[in-house]
């Protein structure tokens, strides 16, 4: 099992920007793919980048393509996501998740621990 702990959420105008980081502690972090999720108030989770165990392979949501980035540190036990020119459908819960395989996965299902969540806020 891996415990993941967010932060780096916050308040931010429309066109800003925010990192959001994961520290993880537990199972072999450098073996895990890692994901990031997130939860618009009301609304089903959705997912928004994944990176696997080596950093070698992302991919994204259609959504935040150009616009985030997900990058991990393996010494650090850390993974992040960059977010750039935040718009307000951005606004969510953002989730960290680690997969016991090492390679990258699109759906929550294929994920086998999850954190807390980092609430991110996008006015406009």
């Known amino acids: 099992q891996v415990q993941l702990v967010e932060s780096g959420g916050g308040l931010v105008q429309a066109g800003g920007s925010l990192n959001v980081t994961c520290a993880a502690s537990?199972?072999?972090?450098?073996?895990?793919?890692m994901g990031w999720f997130r939860q618009p108030l009301g609304k089903e989770r959705e997912f928004v980048a994944t990176?696997?165990?080596?950093?070698?392979?992302?991919y994204y949501a259609d959504s935040v393509k150009g616009r985030f980035t997900i990058s991990r540190d393996n010494a650090r036990n850390m993974v992040s996501l960059q977010m750039n020119n935040l718009k307000p459908e951005d606004t969510a819960l953002y989730y960290c998740a680690a997969r016991v395989r090492p390679a990258i996965a699109t759906t929550d299902y294929d994920y086998d621990d999850w954190g807390r969540g980092t609430q991110v806020t996008v006015s406009s």
């Open positions: 990176i696997n165990w080596s950093g070698a392979i992302k």
């Open positions: 537990g199972r072999t972090f450098s073996n895990s793919a």
